[in-house]
């Protein structure tokens, strides 16, 4: 385990649902971030938390919305998603912000299917 | 064009046996090259994390190479198992964008017994 968990780790959900994935870090890290993982494409960085405050927004659909209540924990609030937003969501976090040598430690991903 | 090109895309070898992945980056200056592992329904893992100065670095049967001169990266995996099956992730560290990951596309390793 990498100390970084998802739940959940699979979900399906219609154009019409929302839903929210979670992320919660038990590594005592201060930055957190979100990425989408399409088949055969490079990671997609989403969203970057640093102490609790947005500091990084790549031009993300307002589809996604994310939130920090804390800097042990994110969410991903999803609603009215498209298809092509099927993928996996991977939730990260690291001590300082990662690009350093700041290690970044993954969680397992949530499997998401848009119907 | 992405900016970190990993080959071959995927790769099917024998239990036991070698194989070395590339990458190729464009990414300059850059501060550092990670190697990530990302087994099946799993977020990657770290292997190895180079500075720009550093040209080998080894963890177990996982040796990463760089030259910096040609922008390219090498992850050797010697004597290969079965749980070496995975994803390969090559990311650089981008000084021109604030340290930011750049990820490359990654390579698919399958071993078989």
């Known amino acids: 385990e990498t100390g970084v968990t998802q739940t959940p780790r699979h979900l399906v959900m219609g154009m019409t649902n929302k839903k929210s994935l979670k992320c919660e870090q038990h590594?005592?890290?201060?930055?957190m971030y979100w990425y989408k993982q399409s088949a055969k494409k490079p990671l997609e960085l989403m969203f970057v938390y640093s102490l609790e405050e947005r500091v990084e927004n790549n031009s993300v659909p307002s589809r996604f919305s994310p939130e920090c209540p804390n800097s042990s924990h994110l969410f991903l609030h999803l609603h009215t998603l498209q298809p092509e937003d099927s993928a996996l969501y991977l939730c990260a976090s690291s001590k300082g912000l990662a690009g350093g040598y700041n290690e970044q430690f993954f969680g397992p991903g949530t499997r998401l299917t848009v119907l | 064009k992405n900016q970190v090109e990993q080959s071959p895309q995927s790769l099917i070898i024998l239990e036991g046996k070698n194989c070395t992945l590339q990458?190729?980056?464009?990414?300059?200056?850059?501060?550092?090259l990670r190697w990530y592992k990302q087994d099946t329904g799993r977020g990657p893992v770290s292997l190895t994390i180079m500075t720009f100065s550093e040209n080998t670095k080894s963890n177990g049967r996982y040796t990463a190479t760089l030259d910096a001169d040609t922008k390219q990266s090498s992850l050797h995996i010697t004597a290969s198992q079965l749980s070496d099956s995975a994803s390969y992730i090559c990311?650089?560290?981008?000084?021109?964008?604030?340290?930011?990951?750049?990820f490359g596309a990654g390579t698919i390793l399958r071993v078989k017994s």
């Open positions: 590594l005592g890290h201060n930055a």
């Open positions: 990311v650089v560290s981008a000084i021109r964008y604030g340290n930011k990951l750049v």
């Open positions: 990458c190729n980056y464009t990414v300059s200056p850059f501060s550092n």
